[in-house]
T-cell receptor, first 110, second 115 residues
């Protein structure tokens, strides 16, 4: 079993829809949780991070963490065509190694 | 400012040949990572360099893989006697600490195809 499981997708949604992306993890030692966005033929870029259970908002993006149930979610509100990308969850213990989910590819249709 | 750069962007090689992939990290970043991203898979950690410390090579999949970092800056990932299963995107990242979290900045990757 992989340490990090991510809903595989792909997802195709109309512009303006809410996108929900989910990851579960099996290692309770993970302390920091991140979402990366990766455009086609580009490297991943950090979108958001969180480390405490609850919601963290940044504009149209909300990261949700539930440590008791061991899952992390990313919500994208009012999705735009420019949000079309692959989204990767990543997490780490109190060291430097990141464990990544396999990614979910999102297409927002204009 | 300049981000992480990698070269070549694409590399096609024949099975059994050696390849070298280069990474130029962001100036001043002391930590450098190599990852491999296979189709439909997440990023797989390969190796980690931090300053003058001994690198963490625990993610290298076989002894055909090696990496070095010269002068605490540029890094080269070498794959000897390439196999078809080595075909993947190889990503390099350098990092700095912002707030409570270390932020990794990724390069665009080198797409390796082994025929």
């Amino acid at each position: 079993q992989k340490e990090v499981e991510q809903d595989p997708g792909p997802l195709s949604v109309p512009e303006g829809a809410i996108v929900s992306l989910n990851c579960t993890y099996s290692n309770s030692a993970f302390q920091y949780f991140m979402w990366y966005r990766q455009y086609s033929r580009k490297g991943p870029e950090l979108l958001m991070y969180t480390y405490s259970s609850g919601n963290k908002e940044d504009g149209r993006f909300t990261a949700q963490l539930n440590k008791a149930s061991q899952y992390v979610s990313l919500l994208i509100r009012d999705s735009q065509p420019s949000d079309s990308a692959t989204y990767l969850c990543a997490m780490r213990r109190n060291d430097y190694k990141l464990s990544f989910g396999a990614g979910t590819t999102v297409t927002v249709r204009a | 400012g300049a981000g992480v750069s990698q070269s070549p962007s694409n590399k096609v090689t024949e099975k059994g040949k050696d390849v070298e992939l280069r990474c130029d990290p962001i100036s001043g970043h002391t930590a450098l990572y190599w990852y491999r991203q296979s189709l439909g898979q997440g990023l797989e950690f390969l190796i980690y360099f931090q300053g003058n410390s001994a690198p963490d090579k625990s993610g290298l999949p076989s002894d055909r893989f090696s990496a070095e970092r010269t002068g605490g800056s540029v890094s080269t990932l070498t794959i000897q006697r390439t196999q078809q299963e080595d075909s993947a995107v190889y990503l390099c990242a350098s990092s700095t600490t912002s707030g409570v979290i270390e932020t990794q900045y990724f390069g665009p990757g080198t797409r390796l195809l082994v025929l």
